[in-house]
């Protein structure tokens, strides 16, 4: 399927998506109004469930702003640092399942936007692909007063695997 064709399928998959919300939207407004209508004019003097949902729904905003706001700072804080202990800027990781890894990683450095590739044979990776158990310590040197014990991933690296990530 071409790209035009493709993006004019998907156009009006979405605009039919939006007519059809927005006529069900028309429709279930045009009968909450009809029922409401006449609820208010049956009986006009209860105001406090109108308050107290204003007033949830307010809460419920100002949270979920303030979420929104905490979720942006976190990533610009992981943009921007350099205390996280290691660098990953401009960098990544492919993982090769079969034993190709040779020529996976010559084909990578013959492309001239990569600079430097690293082969790491039976050593994990920065990121995890899957669960690894952590081993919990309870003594170590210099162990504060108030920790009892501790829990750590062990992962097997090399050398260039530090250098590579600068690792402090």
């Known amino acids: 399927m071409n790209l035009s064709a493709l993006f004019r399928e998907t156009l009006l ?3 039919g998506v939006i007519l059809f919300s927005l006529l ?3 429709l279930i407004l045009y009968l909450f109004r009809r029922n409401s209508l006449n609820r208010s004019i049956q009986r006009s ?3 406090l469930f109108r308050k107290s949902s204003i007033a949830i729904q307010l809460v419920i905003s100002i949270g979920f702003a303030f979420c929104a706001i905490i979720i942006v700072k976190q990533t610009y804080f992981l943009r921007h640092t350099d205390e996280l202990g290691f660098s ?3 960098s990544g990781s492919v993982r090769v399942a079969s034993s190709d890894t040779e020529i996976v990683a010559n084909r990578l450095k013959q492309m001239p936007e990569i600079s430097e590739v690293l082969e790491l044979k039976n050593l994990f990776d920065l990121l995890p692909h899957r669960n690894r158990l952590p081993q919990e310590i309870s003594a170590w040197d210099e162990k504060p007063a108030g920790v009892e014990k501790i829990s750590l991933e062990r992962m097997y690296v090399s050398p260039e695997f530090m250098s590579f990530y600068e690792f402090r």
């Open 13 to 15: 998959y979405t605009i």
């Open 24 to 26: 069900l939207f028309w």
């Open 45 to 47: 003097h209860n105001k």
């Open 88 to 90: 990953f800027k401009n």
